[in-house]
């Protein structure tokens, strides 16, 4: 069976960095690219790229680069996405998919930003 | 980049009805167009892909049809488990949005 575990929620500070991992299980780690997509606080979904685990190539929506890093360790088959300095308006609940459209979707990770 | 217009934003419903949500891409995007649903909490979970194809285990009151660039979700006789929120988002190339969304919520 397939899984994306996420890490837990955090709190950060306002200029702060996160990093949210996901751990896939029950399929070849490298043979699908991840998805993120983040949900703020009764809003809509917002897709943000993707990491292809298989040779660490990415693609961001522009608004996120240069601030949003996706990477991958194989040896976990473990991807990650790391915001850096983060506002109020990264307070979302941040989810991983195995590719989109995707039955396989990580339960989420919640981020606050609070001063 | 190609858009994604949904609507409607709310629809007030009764179990039984039939519900239909739109969406609208702002170009051709060759039927790769999903549909999910979601629960507070919960992750979205896929309703149909390739504009009218239904997900293995997803109930047949769920249907997806496309006319050009509108695409229509309709659920034939709403049950009292469809109560949620319901988004399409496109996959024919990058960036992948999604729609704006639509809340089923009790009339």
């Known amino acids: 069976q397939v899984y994306l575990v996420q890490s837990g929620a955090e709190v950060k500070s306002p200029g702060a960095s996160v990093t949210v991992s996901c751990k896939v299980s029950g399929y070849a780690f490298t043979g699908y690219y991840l998805h993120w997509v983040r949900q703020a606080p009764g809003q809509g979904l917002e897709w943000m790229g993707w990491?292809?685990?298989?040779?660490?190539?990415?693609h961001l929506v522009e608004k996120f680069q240069g601030r949003v890093a996706m990477t991958r360790d194989t040896s976990i088959s473990t991807a990650y996405l790391e915001l850096s300095s983060l506002g109020s308006d990264d307070t979302a609940v941040y989810y991983c998919?195995?590719?989109?459209?995707?039955?396989?979707w990580g339960q989420g990770t919640l981020v606050t930003v609070s001063s | 980049d190609i858009q994604l217009t949904q609507s409607p934003p709310t629809l007030s419903v009764s179990v039984g009805d039939r519900v239909t949500i739109t969406c609208r891409a702002s170009q051709s995007i060759n039927s790769w167009l999903a549909w999910y649903q979601q629960k507070p909490g919960r992750a979205p979970k896929l309703l149909i892909y390739k504009a009218s194809t239904l997900q293995s285990g997803v109930p047949s009151r769920f249907s997806g049809s496309e006319s050009g660039t509108e695409f229509t979700l309709t659920i034939s006789s709403l049950q009292p488990d469809d109560f949620a929120t319901y988004y399409c988002q496109h996959y024919d190339n990058y960036p992948r949005p999604f729609g704006q969304g639509t809340k089923v919520e009790i009339k």
């Open positions: 998919a195995r590719d989109l459209p995707s039955v396989f």
């Open positions: 990491i292809n685990p298989n040779n660490g190539d990415t």
